[in-house]
């Protein structure tokens, strides 16, 4: 991955994708040590975020002392050095339900449930998957909604094998995107359509078929609560979509289709409410754009000549 230094002048070690993690993570540092009172498992996220936040300079390190050496060793690390963002977003969206309440302790969920309410006359969180629970309907939609999980890694994946520097920038603008969700979620603590107790039963109920066992299995499983206003799900799935037409226009057809059903999906599964999905389409569409522009002022004049 391309590097990038503090200091004009002198050899670039950091990546842009560095820097905004080292960002990240000591924010969520100086954070969860603030309000550490109401912090669950304290010791444990602050030691992640802290081991997270040196490996990244660690590594850094290792792959300017590493680099021009050959052999498969050498070729891992440097994949894993360029995706490591990507094996550390399920982790970072987890770990927020630990401190997303440190400066709103009460769920926000009842000011968004009005605004579904006042837009539709009843919650499609509770009335769209259970008025068509067709299991074709049902595997379209929680089929939708899986398709969010191969396309985080596919897409990066597919461009780091085919046009690297198509890779380093959505690697960037994915990662920045990640972030400013991340970020949001930690100040504005909602949990969705869950937070009815019903729909919360409905998301762990194994009927129709693969896709809606393989939701349940993962909902059955999952101990998180939060995260839900804007949904990640919709914005990450349009950062995608926009990149992928840009760099890769079939897929990126594919990924419209994705993204249609799956901003409907949130609601008909009983994750979301309605204008999680609207958020999301909203701050994934602004993230993109931001990250694309903030990745410009980063790179190197020299990068900016090829």
């Known amino acids: 991955m391309s590097a990038i230094s503090l ?12 820097i905004i993690t080292l960002l990240f993570c000591g924010w969520i540092l100086i954070y969860i040590l603030i309000g550490n009172a109401r912090v669950l498992d304290f ?19 290792l792959e300017r002392w590493w680099e021009g050496r050959e052999g498969w060793f050498y070729t891992v690390f440097r994949l894993l050095r360029a995706l490591y963002p990507v094996l550390l977003f399920g982790y970072f969206y987890s770990s927020n339900y630990a401190f997303n309440r440190v400066l709103i302790p009460q769920w926000q969920d009842p000011f968004f449930m009005k605004i ?66 991340y970020l949001m979620y930690s100040i504005l603590p909602t949990i969705g359509g869950r937070y009815i107790p019903e729909a919360h039963e409905l998301t762990k109920v194994y009927r129709a078929g693969p896709f809606t066992h393989i ?25 995608l979509t926009i990149a992928g037409l840009r760099f890769t226009r079939r897929m990126g057809y594919v990924f419209v289709v994705i993204s249609f059903f799956l901003s409907l999906s949130i609601a008909y599964c009983h994750y979301h409410w309605f204008i999680d999905a609207v958020g999301g389409i909203i701050v994934g569409i602004a993230a993109y754009y931001l990250g694309l522009w903030v990745y410009q002022k980063m790179l190197p004049v020299e990068a900016h000549q090829q």
């Open 43 to 61: 010791g444990l996220h602050f030691a992640s975020y802290l081991s997270i936040f040196t490996g990244v300079l660690l590594s850094a390190v």
């Open 215 to 239: 939701m349940a299995l993962i909902y059955n499983q999952s101990q998180h609560w939060g995260g839900a206003f804007p949904s990640s799900h919709v914005g990450i799935t349009i950062v």
């Open 116 to 181: 579904d309410q006042a837009i539709f006359g009843y919650l499609p969180s509770m009335e769209w998957g259970v008025r068509h629970s067709h299991w074709a309907i049902s595997e379209l939609f929680h089929g939708a909604y899986f398709c969010y999980y191969p396309m985080i890694a596919g897409l990066p994946l597919y461009l780091y094998l085919k046009d690297r520097k198509a890779f380093m920038e959505l690697i960037f603008v994915l990662t920045f995107s990640f972030y400013i969700f």
């Open 7 to 18: 200091e004009t002048g002198k050899r670039r070690w950091l990546s842009p994708v560095d």
